[in-house]
């Protein structure tokens, strides 16, 4: 038995290589832009699959706490790679925003199940305490996975872009049918029914709630990740454009970029058991408002530099509000509590990601930066003041 979840370690590294060879990772934004979009157009294809992400991150959740974490990312996997197939062959706004709206439904049913399954997998192992260090591996192998696509999908795109969403969406698929090899605890595989689900979410909502470290947690983990989620998902290829980087080199640059992700992310283990919890946060708030304004301030090639400090941040931010998050939930109701958490981020995203559309439309990229720098300023000051 011991074996069966063991293996699900190497596998969740093997997914995670998967899950992270996004040929697309360098040009996508631009692909989109070059069917002749506007920016708040763009940030409605966002908020479409964001909106049914929070619509159905939840019921997805109990979905996979129900059913099987395996069978709800093998979905999640499959409708990702129908959704990527569909950008190339439609290549208008119309076919963007039905990809974005599957997209959604998959990204939903992926959400917290895998890291669940994981998660879960260590503590059966009793070895829980060293979600950090797996968590982070992982994340480090996604990472070397998408500076791998990003050379390859740059090269690609240059000689025939639709080709690279296709090849991208056949390779998501092969992974969904990879991750059904995963070993399911037993004590997961429940039947299905609605009124269950609907008792098991307010469980879930009910627990979330009554404990006030998991809320704060919750909290800290939204709002100290979304702005940089809102820089990566809408800005990062229009700045790195605007400061006069060629597109033909966004691929090599997008490589370090990831590197440097994957570095961070697999040091994180060590250097969090270091610099332990309260200084983690308070870095994590400080050094991105003041990275932000740096790139909003510094409008030039060398800029880029900030741009590779604000991705390190985000990896260490993720890995370490993972553990934390995960530390205070229980297992039978972990996927649902992930999605909860994931519901909350969704809905800030898809309301921010509308606002910096039309701040960008209306000013320019650099006053964009300036927002992102203050308001993550200010939420975090505000969070870590009520930390418990």
């Known amino acids: 038995m011991d074996q069966n979840y063991q293996s699900n370690i190497w596998k969740y590294y093997v997914y995670q290589f998967f899950s992270g060879f996004y040929l697309i990772e360098s040009i996508g934004i631009l692909f989109y832009l070059l069917a002749g979009i506007s920016y708040l157009q763009l940030s409605i294809i966002e908020v479409i699959g964001l909106v049914v992400v929070v619509l159905l991150e939840i019921p997805s959740g109990t979905f996979a706490d129900l059913i099987g974490r395996k069978y709800s990312v093998f979905i999640g996997l499959f409708l990702t790679g129908i959704g990527l197939i569909l950008i190339a062959y439609g290549f208008s706004y119309v076919f963007f925003l039905i990809a974005s709206f599957i997209g959604g439904i998959g990204a939903s049913l992926i959400s917290g199940a895998d890291t669940a399954l994981l998660y879960d997998s ?29 050379a390859v999908g740059s090269l690609i795109y240059v000689v025939n872009r639709p080709l690279v969403f296709y090849i991208n969406g056949f390779i998501f698929i092969l992974g969904a049918f990879f991750f059904l090899s995963m070993y399911e605890p037993k004590n997961h595989k429940n039947s299905f029914s609605l009124k269950k689900q609907i008792k ?28 940089i989620s809102i820089f990566h998902n809408m800005l990062r290829q229009p700045y790195m454009k605007s400061v006069g980087i060629d597109i033909a080199v966004f691929g090599i640059l997008t490589s370090i970029l990831f590197l440097s992700r994957s570095l961070v992310s697999y040091k994180t283990y060590d250097i969090e058991k270091r610099i332990r919890e309260r200084v983690s946060l308070y870095f ?12 909003a301030f510094i409008n030039i090639f060398w800029a880029f530099i900030f741009v590779v400090i604000i991705y390190c941040i985000w990896s260490y931010q993720e890995v370490i509000m993972e553990c934390y998050c995960n530390r205070h939930m229980n297992s039978k109701q972990r996927a649902t509590l992930i999605s909860i958490h994931n519901f909350f981020r969704s809905s800030f995203l898809a309301i921010s990601f509308l606002f910096i559309g039309w701040i960008v439309d209306l000013t320019s990229i650099s006053f964009s930066l300036y927002i992102l720098s203050g308001a993550s300023l200010l939420f975090g000051l505000i969070l870590l003041f009520f930390r418990r």
């Not at 994590?284 to 790139?295: D, G, K, R």
């Open 122 to 150: 260590l503590k059966k192992l009793k070895k829980e305490t060293q979600f950090n260090k797996v968590f982070g591996k992982g994340k480090s192998i996604f990472f070397v996975s998408v500076v791998i696509a990003a």
């Open 200 to 227: 098991h979410i307010k469980d879930s909502l009910k627990y979330t709630i009554q404990n006030k470290k998991l809320t704060w947690v919750i909290s800290f983990s939204i709002f100290s990740g979304a702005f």
């Open 284 to 295: 994590v708030v400080f050094l991105q408002s003041i990275t932000f304004f740096a790139m």
